[in-house]
């Protein structure tokens, strides 16, 4: 398995694949899971994208195969930018399209602020900007102090996947709940401070906002009022989608984006 020392902390875990055309140099795509997440929760985006490109998943530090902090670690969305840029350099990859979903697109949004030179276009999958201004992180923060990770998992399942097979719905859960409840509590309690709002009008590159139709995470919160902070940015709504769109519709998102990377070569 792949593994990369970032530094004295993190040994991130990465996925890289690509079975696109081998004599044909690939344009590199950098994936970022979300919170209390893991680079597995990509598969369905995986087959669409791995044929014409070369897709790099990471586990982000303290989640999936990566190595998890010490107690009260200083927590931030610039470190998480931090550590795909070190584990991008020691790749020697220059550029990267940035695909990050919830959390994962909140640190795509640092990553393409702090790199600019390193990011080719930014793509955001139901992702919060201001997150201080929701009060449901502190909630979170409570239940999963008093009844566990997996306890918070199953308590908002409902809103991800709603419609999906039972399997589906139990796989999700049982991957979220392996989450240090550690990392999972020091997180909520730092997102619940973070506002981005007066920092997205340094993002230059084109940038995909994408949200399913019906989802409620179709707000302006995350959305609309996203869009108009970051001047090259469309909207994608995924015609009938709900729930959380990058893993309720994974290859109708793979195919959105597809299209999306296409319009920037012309």
């Given at each position: 398995?792949?593994?990369?020392q970032i530094d004295e902390?993190?040994?991130?875990?990465?996925?890289?694949?690509?079975?696109?055309?081998?004599?044909?140099?690939?344009?590199?795509?950098?994936?970022?899971?979300?919170?209390?997440?893991?680079?597995?929760?990509?598969?369905?985006?995986?087959?669409?994208?791995?044929?014409?490109?070369?897709?790099?998943?990471?586990?982000?530090?303290?989640?999936?195969?990566?190595?998890?902090?010490?107690?009260?670690?200083?927590?931030?969305?610039?470190?998480?930018?931090?550590?795909?840029?070190?584990?991008?350099?020691?790749?020697?990859?220059?550029?990267?399209?940035?695909?990050?979903?919830?959390?994962?697109?909140?640190?795509?949004?640092?990553?393409?602020?702090?790199?600019?030179?390193?990011?080719?276009?930014?793509?955001?999958?139901?992702?919060?900007?201001?997150?201080?201004?929701v009060a449901t992180y502190?909630?979170?923060?409570?239940?999963?102090?008093?009844?566990?990770?997996?306890?918070?998992?199953?308590?908002?399942?409902?809103?991800?996947?709603?419609?999906?097979?039972?399997?589906?719905?139990?796989?999700?859960?049982?991957?979220?709940?392996?989450?240090?409840?550690?990392?999972?509590?020091?997180?909520?309690?730092?997102?619940?401070?973070?506002?981005?709002?007066?920092?997205?009008?340094?993002?230059?590159?084109?940038?995909?906002?994408?949200?399913?139709?019906?989802?409620?995470?179709?707000?302006?919160?995350?959305?609309?009022?996203?869009?108009?902070?970051?001047?090259?940015?469309?909207?994608?709504?995924?015609?009938?989608?709900?729930?959380?769109?990058?893993?309720?519709?994974?290859?109708?998102?793979?195919?959105?984006?597809?299209?999306?990377?296409?319009?920037?070569?012309?």
């Open positions: 398995m792949p593994f990369l902390q993190l040994n991130m875990f990465y996925e890289d694949q690509d079975f696109s055309e081998p004599w044909n140099d690939s344009e590199v795509i950098l994936m970022h899971h979300g919170n209390a997440k893991n680079s597995q929760f990509w598969y369905g985006w995986l087959p669409e994208l791995s044929r014409n490109y070369r897709v790099i998943r990471v586990d982000g530090r303290g989640f999936g195969k990566s190595s998890i902090p010490s107690k009260n670690y200083g927590w931030s969305l610039e470190q998480f930018a931090q550590d795909s840029k070190t584990l991008l350099d020691l790749l020697n990859i220059p550029k990267v399209h940035f695909i990050g979903e919830t959390i994962g697109g909140s640190i795509g949004m640092v990553f393409a602020e702090m790199f600019p030179e390193a990011t080719k276009s930014l793509t955001v999958c139901t992702s919060p900007y201001n997150f201080s201004a502190k909630e979170y923060h409570t239940l999963v102090g008093v009844e566990g990770v997996r306890a918070w998992v199953e308590k908002t399942s409902g809103q991800r996947l709603p419609g999906k097979s039972a399997d589906h719905n139990q796989w999700y859960i049982d991957q979220m709940s392996n989450t240090s409840k550690q990392v999972v509590m020091e997180t909520l309690s730092y997102l619940s401070t973070v506002d981005l709002t007066d920092r997205l009008m340094n993002i230059l590159c084109p940038t995909l906002i994408m949200v399913g139709e019906n989802s409620a995470m179709n707000t302006n919160g995350r959305v609309d009022s996203l869009a108009q902070l970051i001047s090259d940015s469309k909207i994608i709504k995924v015609a009938g989608a709900t729930g959380y769109v990058q893993h309720s519709e994974p290859e109708q998102c793979a195919q959105e984006w597809i299209q999306f990377a296409r319009s920037l070569r012309s």
